[in-house]
């Protein structure tokens, strides 16, 4: 309460002869608070409460200005008051991708998330941004034995099946550390999406970017944690960005194939992070909400790994450990 006091006060000196109402606008999974200021004329602002003692606002307004330059459309920050945590920023309204898209909408919405995405990665610098190194990926995939399979499972690997992990691993990193880098966001999807009337979709939640894989932002967008659709659908998909990225001239490999199983092997990473860090939500932070979204995780990455020779080990482990029917779907 002290808190949106302060809040409130701030948002008072900056406008100081208007009236305004402020309301809860949306929360995510870190200690930042978003509230949307209504103005007499209508007029709406997004306040982003972000307590410095937890957060610390300045890759968010460094990384917004990498994205806003290269011609994304993110919020803008009007004003900032960093020792209090206090971001104004323009609204993106309401309505998230995931509330939006249905099949009749999904090919225009994807395609303008694959335009938005293109113009992030043209304006790629290798120095602005944390790289998207080993150290970096090789933390996010120790999150799936510690949390996932360790907490939540409650298994404790065998010797083989400890080796068989690595062996995977080491596949996985070999492949993701060889494709071109690129700015990434990192969660790239459905709810960081936002639906607007103009220069489609905003774009939120990109904080924690980094410079990486050029494959990883397209995996986050079509290997969803939050809603599916059928595999002709994607590689339609997957086909036109990598069309327009090659016409671009981003550095797409020129076989779509190889571009195909790059996508799919950075596929494999982030479902093994985002298993580890789903788990680690419920069991460390009492979040059960994205327990619901396991099972389709859990069903991306089984069908990758059924497909390279590769992921064999890893392949098997999952049906050791957790038997299931998923069918086999493209190969190459």
């Known amino acids: 309460m002290q808190r949106q006091q302060q809040l409130s006060a701030w948002i008072s000196g900056l406008y100081p002869d208007t009236d305004f109402l402020l309301a809860p606008a949306s929360a995510d999974a870190s200690f930042r608070r978003y509230f949307r200021a ?8 997004i306040v982003m409460d972000a307590p410095p003692q937890h957060e610390d606002c300045r890759p968010f307004l ?13 919020p803008h920050v009007y004003a900032q008051d960093l020792e ?24 225009k919405l994807y395609g303008e998330a694959t335009d938005a995405l293109i113009k992030i990665q043209l304006a790629s610098k290798p120095d602005q941004l944390p790289p998207y190194d080993e150290a970096l990926l090789r933390r996010e995939l120790n999150l799936f034995p510690e949390w996932y399979l360790g907490k939540h499972l409650g298994v404790t690997l065998s010797e083989k099946q400890s080796h068989d992990l690595e062996r995977a691993f080491k596949a996985i990193l070999a492949n993701n550390l060889a494709q071109p880098c690129v700015y990434v966001h990192r969660d790239y999807h459905s709810r960081n999406l936002m639906l607007v009337p103009d220069n489609n979709p905003g774009v939120i939640d990109f904080q924690d970017a980094v410079y990486g894989p050029i494959t990883y932002d397209l995996a986050s967008l079509f ?46 990473q982030r479902h093994i992070k985002v298993l580890g860090i789903f788990a680690r939500l419920y069991h460390r932070d009492g979040k059960d909400g994205y327990l619901k979204d396991i099972p389709l995780v859990f069903e991306y990455l089984h ?28 190969s190459f």
């Open 38 to 45: 209504t103005f007499p004329d209508g007029a709406t602002r």
């Open 62 to 74: 460094h990384v917004g200005k990498l994205f806003e330059d290269a011609g994304a459309h993110v």
């Open 223 to 268: 290997k969803d944690a939050y809603i599916q659709w059928e595999e002709n659908e994607v590689m339609d998909w997957l086909i036109r960005y990598w069309e327009k990225a090659r016409k671009a001239g981003l550095p797409v490999n020129e076989d779509f194939g190889e571009f195909y199983r790059d996508y799919e092997m950075m596929g494999v």
């Open 84 to 107: 209090q945590g206090f971001l104004l920023l323009s609204d993106l309204g309401n309505t998230t991708y995931l509330q939006a898209l249905e099949s009749g909408n999904a090919g």
């Open 303 to 330: 069908r990758a790994c059924a497909r390279y020779i590769d992921l064999k080990p890893l392949l098997n482990l999952l049906d050791e450990l957790h038997p299931n029917d998923v069918q086999e779907g493209y």
